[in-house]
T-cell receptor
């Protein structure tokens, strides 16, 4: 079955450490997205990419970086510059040009500070 | 910029009763798309219902229906015959022309047995 795979499910970060969250999709979707979810805040967009080797900042990109070297992969790095990284991170994807089609989501990664 | 507002952080409803979740949005676009997503305790995001702004008819999916008032920029979700499995966080979402989705802050729905 097609879908989005996020790994790991749980991740712990030490002070000063960069960590990378994986997101892979086999849906042949053009666009991929990273969201951060905090209690009472809904989903906030970190970065998105609509084509390989191109990506745009979302509303809360500071302290994060991404790459899109392959259509199916969109890893998110949480850098040491992100001072409050504890949150639930969701990856999503969708086809471009089909606005009624919903985004598909992965199962998420919970990141905590050690 | 577009915004989505859900004014009810939490709601409760008796099992088998009907409940309505509110959502308002702000946009200058004339054509857009609206969604309701459900996030149960498993944290999975599940599409509940979608509405195209150019369609006047309100969308319906089984026990779920919307009341779409374009002039008022309102997009409420009605759940009929509430079931225990409906307990979840519900997010209203707006899809922009450049394929970004803007989410409201969510409404946590409790179902009382």
């Amino acid at each position: 079955d097609g879908g989005i795979t996020q790994s790991p499910k749980y991740l712990f970060r030490k002070e000063g450490q960069n960590v990378t969250l994986s997101c892979e999709q086999n849906l042949n979707h053009d666009a991929m997205y990273w969201y951060r979810q905090d209690p009472g805040q809904g989903l906030r967009l970190i970065y998105y990419s609509q084509i390989v080797n191109d990506f745009q900042k979302g509303d809360i990109a500071e302290g994060y970086s991404v790459s899109r070297e392959k259509k199916e992969s969109f890893p998110l790095t949480v850098t040491s510059a992100q001072k409050n990284p504890t949150a639930f991170y969701l990856c999503a994807s969708n086809i471009l040009g089909r606005p009624t089609w919903p985004q598909h989501f992965g199962d998420g990664t919970r990141l905590s500070i050690l | 910029a577009q915004t989505v507002t859900q004014s009810q952080p939490e709601m409760s409803v008796q099992e088998a009763e009907t409940v309505t979740l509110s959502c308002t949005y702000d946009t200058s676009e004339s054509d857009y798309y609206l969604f309701w997503y459900k996030q149960p305790p498993s944290r999975q995001m599940i599409l509940v219902i979608r509405q195209e702004a150019y369609k006047q008819q309100n969308a319906t999916e089984n026990r779920f229906s919307v009341n779409f008032q374009k002039a008022a920029k309102s997009f409420s979700l009605k759940i009929s015959d509430s079931q225990l499995g409906d307990a979840a966080m519900y997010f209203c979402a707006y899809r922009t022309r450049d394929d970004k989705i803007i989410f409201g802050k969510g409404t946590r729905l409790h179902i009382l047995p």
